[in-house]
């Protein structure tokens, strides 16, 4: 069985719309593939729909904005239920902020030259209801200023880059617990990507896990060398974490990491929709696993 745990779709800063993404996910010969958009549900029901249609179990998920020591830190959640009243207030302060902020990265860059405005950022989203800095890259592309989002993100974008601007992020623990009462299980995206080791020590991870029900860590993802996948594997052992993988899937042409490039394992997502069974939320459809 072929599981991809970590996708985005166009309702974040993905470019394939959810259905779009199922069909590809299929040709990917994925059995299952989780949606994980950026701070909101709205991709769910549409990706639901094409996976019952295509024969394809798609996971319900949520890649959350979230901090930690002043640090970004991504959290997956899985199976949480999409009406719950205090996630989703929390969801909806973040992507508030992340639209908030459109309009100052839009004076930073044309202060350095490269003349942008809001409207042209919000052109590229295409409505989508979660923002981001991927699209502040699509409208410079769209103006020729440069070739691609990596670029983008190596030249202005990234979190000490020059038309960098901050935004609202959810307290880490706080998250983990959000998710964990609206049914769901709460696991670390790429905890040691874009050199968050430094913030997720070992004795952070053990805290998370033990004092706020931390349920896994992600250790195959793009993000993390073998080395760290090695460590990351004993640790999640050692602590009792469910291990898993995802490709990061953004959509095709833009960011060159394909569906299914990592996976997890059926062991672990069984324990996964066990829990989020047993905490009455909503896997999704999973009536095969
Ligand atoms: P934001 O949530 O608006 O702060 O932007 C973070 C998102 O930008 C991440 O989830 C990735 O999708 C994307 N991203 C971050 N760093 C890079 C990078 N170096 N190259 C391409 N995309 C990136
Ligand atoms: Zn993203
Ligand atoms: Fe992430
Ligand atoms: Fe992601």
Not at 10 to 22: I, Q
Not at 81 to 96: F, K, T
Not at 162 to 181: N, Q
Not at 224 to 233: G, P, Q, V, W
Request: charged share 25%; glycine share 10%.
């Amino acid at each position: 069985m072929r599981i991809d745990l970590h996708t985005h779709s166009s309702v974040s800063d993905g470019t394939d719309t959810p259905t779009r993404l199922v069909l590809n996910a299929q040709r990917a010969g994925l059995d299952v593939v989780a949606l994980a958009d950026h701070d909101t549900f709205d991709g769910l029901a549409e990706a639901q729909h094409a996976g019952a249609r295509i024969g394809v179990q798609v996971v319900n998920a949520v890649e959350m904005s979230t901090k930690l020591a002043g640090r970004s830190v991504h959290l997956l959640g899985y199976g949480a239920r999409v009406d719950d009243p205090e996630l989703n207030a929390e969801l909806a302060q973040i992507r508030q902020s992340r639209q908030g902020r459109l309009a100052a990265m839009a004076q930073k860059l044309t202060d350095l030259g490269y003349p942008l405005t809001e409207a042209d950022i919000l052109a590229q989203a295409m409505g989508a209801p979660s923002v981001g800095r991927p699209h502040v890259a699509d409208a410079m592309i769209a103006k020729g200023y440069i070739a691609d989002r990596k670029e983008a993100f190596i030249r202005f974008l990234d979190h000490d880059g020059p038309a960098y601007v901050s935004r609202y992020a959810a307290d880490l623990p706080r998250a983990i617990e959000l998710i964990r009462r609206a049914g769901g299980v709460a696991v670390l995206a790429h905890p040691w990507g874009r050199d968050n080791e430094d913030v997720l020590t070992v004795d952070v991870i053990h805290k998370l896990t033990f004092d706020h029900g931390l349920d896994g860590i992600e250790v195959d993802h793009q993000d993390h060398t073998m080395d760290k996948r090695h460590l990351l594997y004993a640790m999640g052992g050692r602590l009792g974490l469910i291990r898993t993988g995802g490709s990061d899937y953004h959509g095709t042409g833009k960011v060159n990491h394909d569906l299914g490039c990592n996976t997890t394992r059926a062991t672990a997502l069984r324990e996964i929709v066990n829990r989020i069974r047993n905490r009455g939320g909503q896997p999704g459809g999973l009536a095969r696993v």
